[in-house]
């Protein structure tokens, strides 16, 4: 079923009641500008060496023989690239 969602926005009035409740929430923290500037962004921390996404295709034996061992597979299968760096020389 592929209905259209037919989106709403809420009138000056609506929008006004909506910010005298947050105004009126003793909760409600806004932070100066300067106390914005000082915040430590969320998530992780960036990589030094972040990885590279791509898209690459493997014979399917291969990825069910390193998806078989469970969580973490393409983890090593990583490693397993980089250890054959190793011991070869890159074309």
């Given amino acids: ?3 259209k969602l ?3 926005r809420h009138s000056p009035e609506e929008e006004a009641q909506i910010q005298r409740g947050i105004d009126s929430d003793p909760e409600t923290f806004i932070p100066s500008d300067e106390q914005f500037a000082k ?3 969320l ?3 960036r990589l030094e060496s972040p990885k590279v996404q791509l898209t690459v ?11 078989a061992t469970g969580e973490g597979w393409q983890t ?3 490693n397993a690239l980089r ?3 190793q011991t070869h020389r890159a074309a």
């Fill in 39 to 41: 915040m430590k962004p």
């Fill in 83 to 85: 250890e054959w760096l």
């Fill in 76 to 78: 090593r299968m990583n």
């Fill in 43 to 45: 998530g992780r921390p």
């Fill in 1 to 3: 079923m592929n209905k």
């Fill in 57 to 67: 295709r493997y014979d399917a034996d291969i990825v069910e023989a390193f998806k």
């Fill in 6 to 8: 037919k989106l709403t």
